[in-house]
């Protein structure tokens, strides 16, 4: 078992209900616009109290109830961009501050607030990005980043605030990370398809993903 350790704290909480938004001609039902909440919010089932995802076929469920993306990125984005942007614009739940999210280990756990949650996976971007932006080229400046915040899986119920702080209290000894989905996702090789393969705390369409890769592999 890992000993307890502060690892950073939550900056913000944000949740968001679903709208319809036009973009090129369509109506697209959302929850990507999030705002940031005061006090503690709940988080039970696969949500915080307040939030819902529009689309459950790509967002929300077990392995991606809640989205953590991280200060530090948001200001490296805000360089990029000559902008500042607010806790909440890329959608996520948790705005963190202290911790490197591409090296958090697929599997570990982090005590927020009176909840534990628990690392699963990196948030791969879509077309709804974009809408938020405002920009549809935006998605593949975001892939191309690799600052893709990481999801995570509510393991015991609570409660979590902004100021809250971030105590990682389980590391498995998987060394598996965020950083390391991502590196598949951009430039997959057998070694780390194996390893994503053969790690049962990686949801399971990554295993899928994987196993799929290596099989194409051999039949070359």
Known sequence: MSEPEVIGRVASVNVGRPRTVEWYGRRVRTSIWKEPVDGPAAVQGVNLDGDEQSDLRVHGGYDKAIYAYAVEDYRWWSSELGVELEPGTFGENLTTEG????????????????????????????????MRMGDSTFVDDFDQASRFGAYLRIADEGEVAAGSEIVRVHRPESTLTIGDLVEAHHRPTPGLLGRIAATSAVPEPWRAMAERALLRRQAR
């Open 99 to 130: 911790v490197e999210l591409a090296d958090a280990v697929i599997g570990e756990r982090w005590l927020v607030g009176s909840a534990t949650l628990e690392i699963s996976e990196p948030r791969l971007p879509c077309y709804k990005l974009g």
